[in-house]
């Protein structure tokens, strides 16, 4: 363990005199690093984890446990203090992680995992899955495709059976002359094959804010930038804001109905509107329909019935609760499936072989009664939590994004898990800290415990708390 030493640099003392000179000495080992403090002892601690951000992305440091404040002497000014940063010089094998991810940061959820680690038997209202079982046809599906030996590689694009039904559709539905199906690993799979397939280093993909977390971090991983339009407070999209956030860089806008955190299904006018924004633009718009088959109040409309270029990135995980079988698939222009499979070849070589076979079966289901259920659930949710939430959002997936009714997304879902209530903070999914997402997909019991213990909570902020307006 060492302090904190950068050539010319021996201590690293608060305020803005030294912030200052901490830059400057370092300017010229890490070009570009700017003050990103003001004249006060907090700004310049920011400052100098700007500055251990870079050193330890340039693989030179590991800072375990970030570093203190700690003021001169007690009743000092905030100008007056030290920053006391321990370090410690890195092992060989975390330098060779690669730039990139150290620019993925998954701490948020990780931090809401490691809470509900220490529950014993929580209401558990965080689940981003059915809560039913895998069918049994399909798991029977599955277990015969294995014990016929249908366990080797198949064709990349996918087994000809499930694309011949998947096609069917697709063409039914669209009528589009060039769109191509593809099976693909999972929705995950696509989305990945997709961003890497469209991505220049630089370009940007709009999102909406509040997102899928995956999204941030596939655009990073394929050297994208996000560029996030509000959805706030009604989770609805607005056009003209979508518009304003075009530049010359927007490659790719990456849309999702029913929403995932917050359940919002995006009405005609709203996915119209923006199938035409993407055409008037030249912009690659990627649609995940995901939840497409979770739509309670009005039916499903996907922007590739106004726009024949859209992506559209679908799959088994949630409709049939395969999220572990890994299948999905993808549809739009030939051409972009083309790229797409050589890149699927030479990464998830193809999905899962005997899978495909369970999908060809899954295919086949009526699963209507699994997705009532879901209905009425939303129904129940709303019932029990609408005198004390506001509620927006909701109209398919099993989310429901609430506002918190006092403190940020963290202190409230911090309080929800003392009551042993998880539930998962709003700023996993947003830079807003503002709200928390629930999941309907668990049994009546635990939905109506989890609802009883919300509004328990909203009803009674703890000391000191007032309610957000
Ligand atoms: C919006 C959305 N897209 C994609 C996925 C990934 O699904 P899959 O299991 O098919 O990879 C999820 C999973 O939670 C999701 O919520």
Redesign the pocket.
């Known amino acids: 363990m060492t302090l904190l030493s950068v050539p010319g640099v021996t201590q690293i003392t608060s305020g803005s005199n030294s912030a200052n000179s901490v830059v400057a000495h370092l300017e010229p080992v890490f070009p570009g690093i700017k003050r990103t403090g003001g004249f006060c002892a907090q700004l310049a601690f920011h400052t100098v984890f700007h500055i251990l951000r870079r050193l330890k992305a340039a693989g030179t440091l590991r800072v375990p446990s970030g570093g203190e404040y700690v003021p001169s002497s007690p009743g000092t000014s905030a100008h007056d203090g030290e920053l006391n940063i321990k370090t410690e010089e890195i092992s060989v094998s975390e330098k060779w992680i690669a730039d990139r991810m150290h620019r993925i940061d998954a701490s948020g959820i990780r931090k809401v995992f490691d809470l509900a680690a220490t529950m014993e038997r929580p209401i558990n209202l965080s689940i981003?899955?059915p809560h039913f079982d895998t069918p049994q046809p399909i798991k029977d599906a599955l277990c015969k495709a294995v014990q016929e030996g249908r366990n080797a590689y198949s064709q990349t694009q996918g087994i000809a059976p499930l694309l011949k039904q998947l096609q069917s559709d697709v063409d039914q539905r669209y009528g589009h002359s060039d769109r191509k199906v593809f099976v693909t690993s999972?929705?995950?799979?696509g989305?990945m094959l997709a961003l890497c397939t469209l991505l220049n280093p630089g370009d940007e993909v709009i999102v909406f804010d509040p997102w899928?977390v995956?999204y941030k971090h596939l655009t990073t991983l394929a050297g994208g930038n996000v560029v996030q339009v509000s959805t706030y407070p009604d989770f609805r999209i607005r056009p003209e804001a979508v518009r304003a956030a075009i530049t010359p860089r927007t490659k790719v806008i990456l849309f999702?109905s029913p929403?995932?955190p917050t359940g919002a299904v995006a009405s005609e006018s709203e996915v119209r509107a923006l199938a035409e924004i993407a055409a008037e633009h030249n912009i690659a718009l990627i649609s995940?329909e995901?939840?497409r088959a979770f739509c309670y109040d009005h039916p499903f409309r996907s922007p590739a019935e106004w726009n024949d270029r859209t992506i559209v990135?679908d799959?088994f995980?949630?409709s049939h609760s395969m999220?572990g079988l890994?299948l999905?698939f993808l549809h739009g222009p030939q051409y972009l499936i083309q790229q797409m499979t050589k890149l699927q070849q030479f990464t998830f070589v193809c999905a899962p072989h005997p899978v495909q076979w369970a999908g060809v079966t899954a295919w086949e289901l009526d699963l209507t009664s699994n997705l009532e259920d879901y209905r009425r659930k939303r129904d129940m949710m709303v019932g029990l939590l609408k005198d004390d939430y506001e509620i927006h959002g909701g109209q398919g997936a099993f989310y429901l994004f609430l506002k918190t009714p006092w403190g940020t997304g963290t202190e409230f879902v911090t309080e929800a898990i003392r009551n042993n209530l998880l539930i998962i903070p709003g700023n996993v999914f947003s830079p807003s800290d503002t709200h928390f997402r629930l999941s309907f997909a668990a049994e009546d019991g635990m939905l109506r415990e989890g609802a009883e213990i919300l509004c328990r909570l909203a009803r009674n902020p703890p000391k000191g708390m007032t309610r957000n307006t």
């Open positions: 981003g899955q999972g929705t995950s799979g989305l899928f995956m999702n929403g995932n995940d995901i939840y990135i799959g995980s949630k999220t890994r999905g």
